[in-house]
Every structure is written in C-alpha cells, then in structure tokens.
C-alpha cells in the first residue's frame, strides 16, 4: 500500500495493491501496521455506508462535538471526495482537496479530525465506506455549504443538477461558520 500526501498536510491518499484475475480482483483495505506507521489511530469507533446515485452530493460535513477523523472509500461506482481545511490557525484554513475514489483504484483518503467533508457521485451509483475515530454527536454537527463561493469547490458534476438534501442545502456560508481554532 502507498501513501500519499496530498496538498493538505495530514491529509493522506492510500492506495492498495489491486490483485487481478479471470475471476475479479483482491485488495487489502485497511491494515494496522501501515496506517499506524501513517500517524492514524488505529482505534475506530463505528463504521458507516451509504448508498447514493448519480449527481448526489453529501456534505460539507464536520462535528465541533467529538471530531470525527475518518477514512474512506468507495466500494463501488465512483465519487469526487473532498476534505477541507477548518483550523483557523493552519496556513491552509479555507483551502479543500479533491480526489477521486473509486471501485477501480480501490484509493482511500485519511481526512484528519479539524476538517470538513464531502463527496458527489460521478457514476450511476456509488457505495461510500468510511470509519470514524469517534461517535456521531448530533449536538456538534455541523454543515457548511456545499457550493459556497468562497470555497470554489469543482464537484466535477452539474451543480444545477445536484441532489442535495435540505439540511445540507441550509448549511452555513464558510465566513460564518463555526470552525476550529
């Protein structure tokens, strides 16, 4: 497996060896040593799935209550993922990555705790798999808005097309948001 930083320090791009034959392909998705050797905790609290089709967009999300670090993945279909940088004190504060995840480079993305994400899904449907460093706290969830202009996040989609859900069309403008020291 190699890692990979991108242009967010600590935000980091695994990339399994991809195993194929006649009958499909073999890859390892986590492996301790490796993430530990990273600086990810290899303590995981609960794993999450969710399902989504095409022109879906989910997020820009982040808990000010029990930050969440997350890993994630795709199991099948293809998304745009995104991490964005909500620590006030970092020199990147307000800057995002995107990289693209899929079932076929079978890539993953560390998304430390201090910042925002989300994902679009680019093919007729996706499975997104990730887990979380810590639990979900209704009471420090927080949504900035997905296709805020400050951010200028290229979701590789038609965003006048976008499915976005209602709380997640209310998020907040990212100079208003409450962020990370």
């Keep these: 497996m190699t890692v990979t930083e991108t242009a967010l320090p600590g935000v980091l791009l695994f990339t399994p060896r991809v ?27 609960q794993d999450n799935f969710s399902v989504s089709k095409q022109g879906v967009v989910r997020g ?15 199991a099948f279909g293809r998304v745009i993922d995104v991490a964005v940088d909500l620590r006030r004190s970092s020199p990147h504060f307000g800057k995002h990555v995107a990289v693209e995840l899929s079932d076929e480079n079978a890539a993953m993305l ?9 994902f679009a899904v680019l093919s007729e449907r996706a499975g997104f798999a990730y887990k979380v460093t810590d639990y979900y706290a209704p009471q420090g969830e927080r949504t900035i808005l997905w296709n805020d202009p400050d951010l200028a996040i290229d979701w590789q989609i038609d965003t006048a097309q976008a499915v976005v859900s209602d709380k997640d069309q209310q998020g907040q403008r990212f100079a208003s948001a409450e962020v990370f020291a």
Aim: charged residues 20%.
């Design 19 to 45: 195993f194929s034959d006649a009958r499909g392909a073999f890859c390892e998705t986590y492996n301790e040593r490796v993430m530990q050797e990273a600086g990810l905790p290899t303590r995981w609290v």
């Design 60 to 74: 820009l999300h982040y808990q000010v209550v029990q930050p969440q670090g997350k890993l994630v993945r795709v």
């Design 110 to 118: 560390w998304i430390p705790a201090g910042f925002g994400h989300g």
